[in-house]
């Protein structure tokens, strides 16, 4: 089965009124990426089992947030595009501030995500 990923670009304030708009449209799922989940981490025991990692070693945005929706193919996305960006724009109105917005579209192929993880496990 194709997905299709739907990304906005916005700001750490309006990821959840965002993700809200992405699901209320018929996203199955979304994932959220915010610089504001790196702003206070520091070097030190972070990682799993106390082993020591440097947050900035970890590929994370430096400024403001994205959320990233994913739409099954029997959902036209084409159609609900403007819906969604008018939708984000207008969280201004109630004192959000969407940031840039922006909406970017891109394929995506169906994994066997169940299994997909037993690439990487090695005994």
Known sequence: MQWTQVTVKTESEAVE?????????????????????????????????????DPNDIPHLEKGAAVTAYYPQNIFVPEILPTIKQRVLALKEFGLDPGAGEVVTSAVSDENWATAWKKYYHP
């Open 17 to 53: 009124a965002v993700s809200f708009i992405l699901n209320d449209l018929g996203a199955t799922g979304v994932k959220i990426e915010d610089a504001k989940d790196f702003e206070k981490l520091r070097p030190g025991k972070f990682g799993a089992h106390g082993k020591i990692i």
